[in-house]
């Protein structure tokens, strides 16, 4: 059983009122955003894009990135096409676990600004039509949390029973211990109460008692402390644990379930038009209850489809499609207004908690080959180191992240290939600072390279000096310009987020195809059917495809309008390159002699293509 003494609060003390609670900061002592026009399913067809404050600009010299410094770099992601950015966790924190350890909710950490800072991120933002989400820790806080502080100095004051307490670290043995590599126990001994307190994560992050109701509503008036001024949701992150129950696994529990419905129904009444998307590294048929009732979806709007992630890295090295259709066969269906939220990478060590112990050691032999790449149960690797910075392979992750059912979460830096540095500890491997310019410290800060946070990437291959936004900015026929052009395409086929999805089998299993469909609108917009091909081997290969039902119907290739030979109702066959894909849009033939939307059928259409 841990030891371990929680950290000593380095809070002034805080202010109480006449009842002895904590004085909170009031959402009417700031300025509010603007707004935007109340969209009650904008998520669904967004692009949203994961930033690091700490890792994007630093505006004021002082070696760490900054809320200024990203509101100033809007109108890249603008340019680039993104709807919403995710930020993790900008609240102010003793930085133990990466902002994940909150000290106070309704602060923001000095070194990024403050919160008046943060409000005019929110309100440029807007301005740009950009909604901006944020990471919330819903299950746990800081040990240097006010709150904590005084729960284990007053166990019979106000904050007495807002942690879970024990006289024994004996409780709920059969909750699983996430950080393996750290930590021995779930309850750690507090010296000063003289009791274990409950910690599904690391020792110095103590778990809320959501048992107890002035927790609930503790936790929902930070909620709106957030709406009031602006945001346009939040990530509920670790949102699995938190209530526990003897005899169980503490996760994913009714009372869980009916708290998250008492949030959304709050959101729904005082805030229209925001979301909230939950952060479930679970299996699909326990993430789909995050979403609620199946016919009206009133808990999350959108869940994180975790298990797809490591699938496609899979299929892809064993050029074989049948780990992603397997888990997207096991997907059930989720309620029609809600969304799933896919992504390649993120933040954290690629997960493989989600596949079988067979499956994981295939994964570290094929992407982690160097025990420093491996963090907890995962991967701590960017997305070019991990597929060798391969173009074909870059491309085709990115087409699949673009058109798979979901909405894409895109990873700083990820547009221009960035690398990592295992050099580095636990997960900064992959929060290095951004490379905008080949300059010092990458056009990232103009401070001294010793003040920086991390060290840029400067390994030959990664390095800043040739791996930047500038230098890509430049080159038409860079990575960053092909990623703005695919969102771009997307941006036009509203099939690609809202469709239906039905997977097309063939004979060939190195070859993933599907189509993406909308019907026909009530407005008179006609159907919008997109069928995307990809070729998950590194060779080139032939697939035959049922296409039948859309026989007359002409495949125009997305990306550069090319019309392909009508369907017929034989086998439509396509000749892909290693790692291509193509997206073609299924027009109706305009009965011209093979001619659709006024161009000819091309000689390279013709090559690709043999009915």
């Not at 010793?450 to 390095?463: C, E, H, Q, W």
């Amino acid at each position: 059983m841990p030891l371990e003494e929680p950290s000593p609060s380095v809070n002034a003390e805080p202010e109480h009122d006449l009842e002895g609670h904590i004085v909170e900061a009031r959402s009417e002592d700031f300025s509010h955003a603007r707004e935007l026009t109340v969209d009650h399913e904008w998520f669904k067809t967004a692009v949203f894009y994961e930033v690091l404050v700490r890792a994007f600009y630093d505006s004021s010299g002082d070696g760490t990135g900054d809320l200024e410094g990203l509101t100033a770099k809007l109108d890249y992601l603008s340019w680039l096409g993104v709807d919403c950015l995710w930020l993790p966790p900008f609240y102010d924190s003793p930085l133990r676990d990466g902002g994940y350890d909150i000290r106070d909710f309704r602060a923001v950490l000095p070194e990024f600004g403050t919160v008046e800072d943060f409000v005019h991120l929110f309100d440029e933002a807007h301005r740009r039509g950009i909604r901006v989400i944020t990471d919330l820790v819903m299950n746990h806080t800081s040990d240097t949390h006010a709150w904590f502080q005084e729960s284990r100095s007053d166990p019979d004051g106000p904050y007495g029973d807002f942690y879970v307490w024990s006289d024994t670290d004996e409780g709920y043995p059969d909750a699983r211990i996430i950080f393996v590599d750290t930590e021995t126990s779930n309850w750690t001994w507090d010296p000063v109460r003289k009791q274990y307190y409950w910690h599904r994560f690391f020792s110095h992050q103590p778990d809320l008692n959501y048992d107890n109701p002035e927790v609930q509503d503790a936790m929902i008036d930070v909620l709106r402390f957030w709406l009031d001024l602006g945001i346009d949701g939040f990530r509920l992150d670790a949102v699995p644990y938190l209530f526990e129950r003897e005899g169980t696994n503490c996760e994913n529990l009714p009372e869980t379930h009916a708290f998250l419905k008492k949030c959304r129904a709050v959101m729904d009444a005082e805030y229209p038009g925001r979301a909230l998307l939950a952060e479930a590294n679970q299996w699909p048929s326990d993430v789909v209850e995050y979403f609620g009732e199946p016919d009206v979806g009133d808990e999350c709007h959108m869940a994180f489809h975790f298990p797809l992630m490591p699938r496609i890295f899979m299929a892809v090295r064993r050029q074989n499609r049948f780990p992603i259709s397997e888990i997207l066969a096991q997907t059930p269906p989720i309620p029609s207004s809600c969304q799933w939220g896919i992504f390649l990478r993120n933040h954290d060590e690629l997960t493989l908690e989600m596949v079988s112990d067979e499956e994981r050691d295939y994964m570290y032999a094929e992407y982690a080959q160097d025990p420093r790449m491996k963090a907890n149960i995962g991967i701590r690797r960017r997305l070019a180191p991990l597929l060798e910075n391969d173009r074909n392979q870059l491309e085709l992750f990115t087409a699949l992240l673009l058109s798979l059912p979901g909405s894409p979460v895109l990873y700083y830096g990820d547009e221009i290939g960035m690398g990592d540095n295992i050099w580095l500890g636990d997960r900064d491997s992959v929060r290095t600072p951004m490379q905008w310019t080949p300059d010092r410290n990458a056009g990232f800060s103009r401070a001294d390279p010793a003040r920086m946070y991390l060290p840029v990437i400067m390994d030959p291959t990664y390095g800043y000096q040739s791996v930047n936004v500038e230098a890509q900015m430049n080159s038409t026929n860079s990575l960053l310009h092909w990623t703005r052009r695919m969102i771009q395409v997307r941006k036009q086929h509203p099939a690609f987020g809202t469709a239906s999805f039905t997977e097309l089998g063939s004979a060939n299993p190195a070859v993933l195809s599907y189509v993406r469909e909308t019907p026909p609108s009530s407005e008179g917009a006609p159907a919008d059917v997109i069928l995307c091909v990809n070729n998950l081997s590194r060779y080139p290969q032939a697939v035959i495809l049922d296409l039948s039902q859309y026989a007359g119907r002409i495949p125009v290739e997305l990306t550069g309008s090319v019309p392909f030979p009508p369907i017929t109702d034989d086998g439509y066959m396509v000749t892909l390159p290693g790692h291509g894909f193509f997206w073609f849009a299924l027009q109706p033939d305009p009965r011209d002699g093979g001619v659709a939307d006024g161009h000819p059928v091309s000689s390279e259409a013709e090559q690709a293509v043999q009915p």
